[in-house]
């Protein structure tokens, strides 16, 4: 399973074309109870609000099933097409083609996953993927995703094993923010001390040559007086 593909068709419909079944859809669910709302694979009772975004958006089944274990693939498709869902509703309510109450971020979220599970992990971890090299690759599962060991190490992919990889790469990268602090610090005050010591020797050399203008200045008034007896 490819997310890319997943997330593009979650969020991937034509505007014009899903603008009147959208009506119907949703009048249809507001008729249903919760009680008689789809369930999931995992017996999950789906709300109205839910069955509207997925009829609208064309959600793929899978995503919408909650397993008692999750695959982090899955689990990072499922997170790609929560994003493309708000941005595209968004869109609509902006070119006002969306005619019903937009629903909250976590209205969208209970269509793949519960709203927990999306606020402890996936919002916590997924969006600082980019310091882990090819991790997103390894998730997106494509042809190109790198091997097990050669992002994850000897650890087993899970979600603590991200968090503690991530957690790896924020210390590391904090140390070296630190240590080019301490350099630039370093290098502020030998510049500091530098100009000082320039000071020292200009003003040094200024009241040498102060002295001297004074001593010349002294011996020509000598002579002067000496000139004039």
């Not at 694979?41 to 609208?56: C, F, H």
């Not at 999750?70 to 790609?80: E, G, I, P, Q, R």
């Not at 209205?107 to 402890?120: A, C, L, Q, T």
């Not at 005050?189 to 200024?206: L, M």
Request: aromatic share 6%; proline share 4%; charged share 30%.
């Amino acid at each position: 399973m490819n997310p890319k593909s997943a997330g593009s068709a979650a969020g991937s419909m034509n505007v014009k074309s899903t603008s009147g079944s959208t009506s119907s859809s949703f009048a249809m669910a507001s008729d249903m109870g919760e009680a008689e709302a789809e369930m999931s694979g995992s017996g999950y009772v789906k709300g109205p609000t839910q069955k509207l975004i997925i009829d609208t958006f064309d959600i793929p089944t899978h995503l919408t099933r909650r397993e008692k274990v999750s695959d982090l693939c899955v689990t990072y498709a499922k997170y790609l097409a929560i994003q493309d869902v708000a941005r595209r509703l968004t869109q609509m309510e902006v070119a006002r083609t969306w005619t019903h109450k937009k629903p909250t971020l976590e209205d969208i979220v209970e269509v793949f996953m519960s709203r927990s599970g999306y606020f402890n992990r996936p919002h916590k971890l997924f969006p600082k993927l980019h310091v882990i090299p090819d991790m997103k690759k390894w998730l997106e599962n494509g042809d190109d995703a790198p091997a097990d060991a050669e992002v994850w190490g000897e650890r087993r992919p899970s979600f603590k094993s991200l968090k503690e990889i991530l957690a790896a790469y924020e210390t590391s990268g904090r140390k070296k923010k630190e240590k080019m602090t301490n350099r630039e610090k370093k290098k502020q005050k030998a510049d500091s001390a530098s100009e000082s010591s320039e000071e020292i020797v200009k003003g040094k050399g200024k009241a040498k040559a102060k002295a001297k203008k004074g001593a010349s200045k002294k011996a020509s008034s000598s002579k002067s007086r000496q000139d004039n007896n």
